[in-house]
């Protein structure tokens, strides 16, 4: 019987891995920490709230004495952080709460599972941290070329250099006290429960009300799609298999522009819900300050040490995510009511 710390569980992928691994193991028991920011909403988890083996805490990744209580309280093995600032416009506009989660919730956990784990000669066995963080942390790509764990750091946004911040740390406690830890750097993901403020469910959410399409510059940034229940996959496996102190990049090789997923999310409403949704909607808009231009993995090494293969392609993916979001419009509404409304409004003023 394993005991999993899942942080930042009410959020798109940790929601995800939550019913992920319920699903796949009936001896586990997890335990999810998630402040419910404007990101983090329990309805994701409604179908496993009374589920025996899960319990929520609400609450801070930064908050050390919950944290510390949590190990006290708990024979916990293995720590999954998830928790964080996730969006990259938002920490364009406000920097601060970036470095404040991303960085100072991980050194957090981090110290909390050292000081609960730690033995006369080390650590005891069969515990495991991972930190779960992004392929943004290793900056921009030209057009050929793929991201290798051994490539050098170089985020260009606060969100991307306060996930590098943190992976260092991760990173030092194995270097200094060998820890045991992974990290994951993972390509962007795609699927259901997805925050509308990232492109997929923005995309889907504005062609139902029929508002404008926002593209930022000229579109022909590229991004490498990967459905969440692969790397829920993978993260299980690093958690079970990897080897300590390792990174291990996850990624489908599903490379797109943008303008290439707006075309298909335009082309399937169009064809299966509303006609009068067309490639008008489309609005080239002022460019992402710092805007990366491509990302692409190279998931080599989580394949030959793991047997880690992704399962979903990326047209059956988007087929299924799509359907998803419109089967649950009432998620959709209610996620997209109130704040959201206004953040949106003041900053499309803004471009
Ligand atoms: P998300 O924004 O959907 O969810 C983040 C969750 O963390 C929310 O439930 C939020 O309430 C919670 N949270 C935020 N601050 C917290 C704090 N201080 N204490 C406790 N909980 C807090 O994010 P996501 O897209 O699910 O991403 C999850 C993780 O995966 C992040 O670490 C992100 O960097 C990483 N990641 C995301 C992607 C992607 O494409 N979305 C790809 C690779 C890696
Ligand atoms: O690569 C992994 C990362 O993917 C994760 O670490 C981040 O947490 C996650 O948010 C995601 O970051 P991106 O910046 O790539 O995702 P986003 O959905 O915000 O944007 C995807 C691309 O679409 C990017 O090139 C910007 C562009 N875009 C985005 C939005 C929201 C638009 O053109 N218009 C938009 O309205």
Known sequence: M??????????????????YMLKKYNDISLINIDKLTYAGNLENLKAVENDPRYMFVQGDICDKALVEKLFKDHDIDFVVNFAAESH??????????????????TVTLLNAAKNAWEIKDGFKEGKKYLQVSTDEVYGSLGETGYFRETTPIDPHSPYSSSKA??????????????????ITRCSNNYGPYQFPEKLIPLLIN????????????DGLNIRDWLYVEDHCKAIDMVINGGRFGEV???????????????????????????????????????????????????????????GWEPETDYEAGIVKTIKWYLGNKEWMDRVTSGEYTKYYEKMYEAK
């Open 248 to 306: 291990y990049n996850v990624g489908g090789h599903n490379e797109r522009t943008n303008i290439h997923i707006v075309k298909t999310v335009i082309d399937y409403i169009n064809k299966n819900v509303d006609s009068a949704v067309t490639e008008n909607l489309i609005k080239y808009v002022e460019d992402r300050k710092g805007h990366d231009r491509r990302y692409g993995i190279d998931p080599t090494k989580i394949r030959e040490e793991l």
């Open 2 to 19: 394993k005991t999993y710390l899942v942080t930042g569980g009410a959020g798109f992928i940790g929601s995800n891995f939550v019913h």
């Open 165 to 182: 911040g943190a992976d260092l740390v991760v990173k030092a406690y194995f270097d200094t006290y060998k820890f045991p830890i992974n």
């Open 88 to 105: 990259v416009d938002r920490s364009i506009r406000e920097p601060e709460v970036f470095v404040n989660t991303n960085v100072l919730g």
């Open 206 to 217: 504005n062609c139902l009300n029929k508002k404008l399409l926002p593209i930022y510059g």
